[in-house]
């Protein structure tokens, strides 16, 4: 439907079609049919905000998907034309997910430019959420690269906003506290700071059988197994290994 109201000019209707079927092959486990009718949609799309709809909308099949280079693409073209002054809320987010896109696809530096853009003209009040996700994505990315200070200082940054975040709603605050426990869970194991490591493994864990994604889940799980296995807690080892399968 989406499709013939585009080719019979009524654009404005077939925007909240597409954008609903879209939704409608994603939940069907077919992210490259929505994002090939997104891209039918936002072709000679006039309207600034919903040419950053859909560009967003695509990005996040991408990462669906894990082609984060298409994502990339998808947002470049919007930060390059499509965001206004730097500051806005959209100008915020989408560095946001650029970023993220950056950060999946081995980019770290240039996704530490794009996180670091956020942390300068955000507003901490306004944008508080992002503010949080680019936490989390730091905590890792510094983990990942040996820094570890700056890992922990990213982290229980975030984890200061979390606590005040009280407008996020309760889901949010949760699924985000998971990933940060998460982050220290790791930082601290690869520290080797092994009792510390399994506090925060065992409170992400707790949470995360409410709040968390099955990928997620895992992660921890396979972290407080190595945990256990460098504490000798064999019969612990053991166990965690049982409730991943």
């Excluded at 654009?11 to 879209?22: D, P, S, T, Y």
């Excluded at 901490?124 to 983990?143: C, K, M, N, Q, Y």
């Excluded at 200082?153 to 975030?158: D, I, L, N, P, V």
Aim: aromatic residues 4%.
């Amino acid at each position: 439907l989406a499709r013939h109201l585009l080719a019979v000019g009524r654009r404005k209707q077939a925007r909240e079609v597409a954008m609903r079927a879209a939704d409608g092959l994603r939940g069907r486990g077919d992210p490259d049919a929505a994002i090939s009718l997104l891209a039918a949609a936002a072709s000679g799309e006039k309207s600034r905000n919903w040419r950053l709809r859909f560009a967003e909308e695509m990005s996040a099949l991408h990462e669906l998907a894990g082609d984060h280079e298409e994502g990339i693409a998808c947002l470049e073209s919007a930060l390059r034309g499509d965001l206004g002054p730097p500051g806005t809320r959209d100008a915020v987010r989408i560095r946001r997910r650029l970023g993220v896109h950056h950060h999946r696809a081995g980019s770290a530096e240039k996704a530490l430019e794009l996180f670091r853009e956020v942390l300068a003209m955000a507003d901490p009040r306004r944008d508080v959420e992002e503010l949080i996700f680019v936490g989390s994505e730091l905590a890792e990315l510094h983990t990942l690269r040996g820094e570890y200070v700056e890992a922990e200082e990213a982290c229980r940054r975030a984890l200061a906003l979390l606590s005040k975040a009280i407008r996020a709603g309760e889901e949010f605050r949760s699924r985000m506290e998971v990933t940060l426990r998460a982050s220290l869970g790791h930082l601290e194991l690869r520290r080797m700071s092994l009792d510390r490591a399994k506090q925060e493994l065992e409170a992400a864990a707790r949470l995360a059988r409410s709040f968390g994604t099955t990928a997620i889940q895992a992660l921890i799980l396979n972290n407080l197994g190595i945990v256990h296995n460098q504490l000798n807690d064999f019969s612990d080892c053991n166990s965690v290994a049982g409730s991943m399968n």
